[in-house]
């Protein structure tokens, strides 16, 4: 879309024929020659036939217009308006931690096409699908066994945050299960974030046993920082000692934060969760709108040039008119009178 910055400039267009109108004409001084026959040389001259003056042509009557036109509008600064440029406003931080413990191994979860696979990959499947759905949030991962790992810090590229979940292993932050420290990870991960939701959600198959903070004393912390905790327990909710499944602490650490606490058995489960969570963690989705503007001023200022270059060559290159037969004047002896010659 074409627009002016400066349209009121436009109201200048009459100017010149104001100027022309009203200014008095500019004196012009000529040379002159006395004769001691002005009067008769003046009787003479005004026998001589009126010679036709030259008509300008309508073309150089209009270039100095449309020259004028086209630098009035240069100054008044056209501008092209582009299509509108959308940008996502991030209205949520979510963070996910993810156990890698050794018992996320155990084959007894199914995928889609009921072959067996591990809680990992269970896990990895019906996360990533969570993920692609969190478009205007800014996502982050942290991984945890022994000790809490940034995987992925906090981006709006859900697709990047996607891929590395998918390259996560288990064993690869440790064979145990430290969630309280992961929980503690993620807080100071929150403290650069001006967001105004804040949520963490916690998966873990396993009994917190290598923390440094309890998940409980970890959580009451997040409360102080507006930060909201939900808790995903998987596996098997009857396995023991390392492996044992803390049920009661999730539902506390949830319950603290004002989150909610979920138990997944199997695959259909925890995609069920994570669907809940879906409607749970509903957001208002903010967009900028932005439509640059690309200055077009020069275009005008190139046909203006263009235009006085042509009409210049155009009178350069204009015929001369054919000379006229001009009167000749000579003094008659007898009578002393100018006349014009036969």
């Known amino acids: 879309m074409l627009t002016l910055l400066h349209p009121w400039l436009l109201l200048l267009a009459p100017l010149p024929w104001i100027l022309w109108k009203f200014l008095p004409p500019r004196p012009r001084t000529s040379a002159s020659l006395r004769v001691p026959f ?10 001589l036939p009126i010679t036709s003056r030259a008509k300008r042509s309508s073309f150089t009557t209009i270039i100095p217009v449309l020259v004028w036109m086209l630098i009035l509008t240069a100054l008044a600064r056209p501008q092209w308006i582009e299509d509108p440029v959308e940008k996502l406003v991030p209205t949520r931080d979510l963070l996910l931690l993810v156990d890698l413990s050794g018992s996320m191994q155990a084959e007894d979860f199914t995928d889609g096409s009921g072959k067996t696979i591990d ?5 990895k499947d019906i ?13 982050g991962l942290v991984v945890f066994g022994d000790s809490p790992f940034l995987q992925a810090p906090f981006s709006t590229d859900l697709s990047l945050s996607r891929q590395l979940l998918d390259e996560t292993a288990v064993g690869m932050a440790g064979p145990r299960t ?3 420290d992961a929980i503690g990870l993620g807080i100071n991960l929150f403290e650069s974030s001006d ?10 198959d396993g009994n917190d046993t290598k923390s440094q903070v309890p998940p409980i004393e970890a959580s009451r912390v997040a409360v102080d920082r507006d930060i909201r905790i939900h808790t995903v327990a998987i596996g098997d909710p009857t396995s023991v000692g390392e492996e044992k499944l803390d049920q009661e602490t999730l539902d506390q650490v949830a319950s603290i934060t004002g989150g909610k606490s979920y ?3 199997d ?7 994570y669907n809940e969570l879906d409607e749970i963690e509903t957001r208002e989705i903010k967009k900028l709108s932005h439509r640059p503007r690309r200055d077009i001023f020069h275009f005008p200022l190139l046909l203006a040039l263009t235009f006085s270059i042509l009409s210049k060559i155009r009178l350069h290159r204009a015929p001369a008119s054919s000379p006229s037969k001009a009167p000749i004047l000579h003094v008659d002896p007898a009578t002393g009178e100018l006349e014009l010659a036969p």
């Open 127 to 139: 996360l990533g699908d969570f993920l692609e759905k969190r478009e205007g949030d800014r996502v």
């Open 119 to 123: 809680r990992l990959s269970a896990v």
């Open 178 to 180: 430290a969630l309280g």
């Open 38 to 47: 002005g009067k008769r040389l003046d009787i003479a001259t005004s026998r």
């Open 195 to 204: 967001a105004p939701a804040k949520t963490i959600i916690a998966l873990t």
């Open 263 to 265: 138990f997944a058995g």
């Open 267 to 273: 695959r259909d489960q925890l995609a069920g969760i």
